[in-house]
Antibody, heavy 124, light 108 residues
Framework: QVHLVESGGGVVQPETSLRLSCAAS????????MHWVRQAPGKGLEWMTV????????YYADSVQGRATISRDNSKNTLYLHINSLTTDDTALYFC?????????????????WGQGSLVTVSS | EIVLTQSPGTLSLSPGEGATLSCRAN???????LAWYQQRPGQAPRLLIYGASSRATGIPERFSGSGSGTDFTLTISRLEPEDFAVYYC?????????FGQGTKLEIK
């Protein structure tokens, strides 16, 4: 079955950068778009970014445009998120999630499998 | 940007009752691109409904979705104890995705 495991979180200082990873298994990783979604403590879900199956298309929410970079390595079945210039507002649980639908198919607009998240705390 | 507004913010009901959760968009949403998720405390979100009305794999029949245009509804018939959680709607359009702010379904 689909398994997504995020890593790379922890306590980081403001104005620094961070790279999160998401290891995928149980499906044809190279066939699906992948997302990052975050959730601040006690708050709702915030969609951040999506990358196409081949890495050629990337889209970002306005809130992170210019500070976040999504990437993937299909040879390693791994998704990445790099965020720079961190502030306390970036403190959140970061989830990776798989686009639904069919392998190598069009985007269907929903996220059918999620990891358990990696907690990032920005604090001095 | 499409903004989704969910109501009510909190819904207090008893097991066995039915629940109706609303999701309203500030502009038209393609029905095939409207989804609902459930998030229990300490857990990742779980896909419930996609395409506005299709149940995801393994989702009980008591969950149903409806709506079109700017108004969408998630209905839960005969609430079970495990249904008390937070529910989010989500849309996809113009290569961007957005979530509503959530409705907390709590035990009365």
């Amino acid at each position: 079955q689909v398994h997504l495991v995020e890593s790379g979180g922890g306590v980081v200082q403001p104005e620094t950068s961070l790279r999160l990873s998401c290891a995928a298994s149980g499906f044809t990783f190279s066939g699906y778009a992948m997302h990052w979604v975050r959730q601040a403590p006690g708050k709702g879900l915030e969609w951040m970014t999506v990358i196409s199956h081949d890495g050629n298309r990337k889209y970002y929410a306005d809130s992170v445009q210019g500070r976040a970079t999504i990437s993937r390595d299909n040879s390693k079945n791994t998704l990445y998120l790099h965020i720079n210039s961190l502030t306390t507002d970036d403190t959140a649980l970061y989830f990776c999630a798989k686009e639904g639908g069919y392998s190598y198919g069009p985007w269907v607009g929903y996220l059918d499998n999620w990891g358990q998240g990696s907690l990032v705390t920005v604090s001095s | 940007e499409i903004v989704l507004t969910q109501s009510p913010g909190t819904l207090s009901l008893s097991p066995g009752e039915g629940a109706t959760l609303s999701c309203r968009a500030n502009q038209r949403v393609t029905s095939s691109h409207l989804a609902w998720y459930q998030q229990r405390p300490g857990q990742a979100p779980r896909l419930l409904i996609y395409g506005a009305s299709s149940r995801a794999t393994g989702i009980p029949e008591r969950f149903s979705g409806s709506g079109s245009g700017t108004d969408f509804t998630l209905t839960i018939s005969r609430l079970e104890p495990e249904d008390f959680a937070v529910y989010y709607c989500q849309q996809y359009g113009s290569s961007l995705y957005t979530f509503g702010q959530g409705t907390k379904l709590e035990i009365k």
